[in-house]
């Protein structure tokens, strides 16, 4: 069952969820008093995954439109972008790769962030009771907005399929 999960895993899962969740959680285990670790590797790869789609959306959520209000980075418009990838290929791969390259920003973010709020609940002496409801509100809000998001990106392409204006 691992190995026909492991073969249907894109490599942008691989990249943009996997790997940034497994890196979480050994840097977080090794700096913080959190050990996410777990035993069951099984399991331990969809937690893993899990996280890493929640940094994936903070970077997508929160790192992107940051970086793009203050002009560190500038993007094609949408339209453009989906003429140019009907005839350039590699604009799909450099995508990916360039979403990769957020995710790890929303990483080391997540990781400071983490050891910031373990330092903190130290400090005030926080019971762990608040940092689930913390960790369970923020995600809510997370993915309330994520599914916004993705709500909007394909009513786009419906659109742009369909030459309805936009």
Do not use: H, W
Request: proline content about 2%; overall charge positive; some cysteine.
């Amino acid at each position: 069952m691992i190995k026909e999960v492991a073969e249907k895993i894109s490599s942008y899962n691989l990249f943009n969820n996997l790997l940034p969740g497994i890196l979480f959680v050994f840097i977080v285990s090794e700096l913080t008093k959190f050990n996410l670790i777990l035993e069951n590797s099984l399991i331990g790869a969809f937690v893993y995954y899990f996280i890493g789609l929640v940094i994936n959306r903070l970077g997508s959520l929160v790192i992107e439109p940051v970086l793009k209000r203050v002009n560190f980075v500038k993007f094609s418009d949408y339209k453009d972008y989906i003429i140019a990838s009907k005839t350039d290929s590699k604009i799909d791969l450099l995508s990916e790769e360039n979403n990769m390259f957020r995710t790890f920003i929303a990483l080391f973010a997540s990781v400071l962030l983490t050891i910031s709020y373990d330092k903190i609940a130290d400090y005030f002496c926080l019971p762990n009771k608040n940092t689930a409801i913390v960790l369970i509100v923020g995600l809510l809000i997370l993915f309330l907005f994520s599914y916004r998001k993705q709500t909007k990106f394909i009513k786009k392409r419906v659109e742009k399929q369909t030459n309805q204006p936009i």
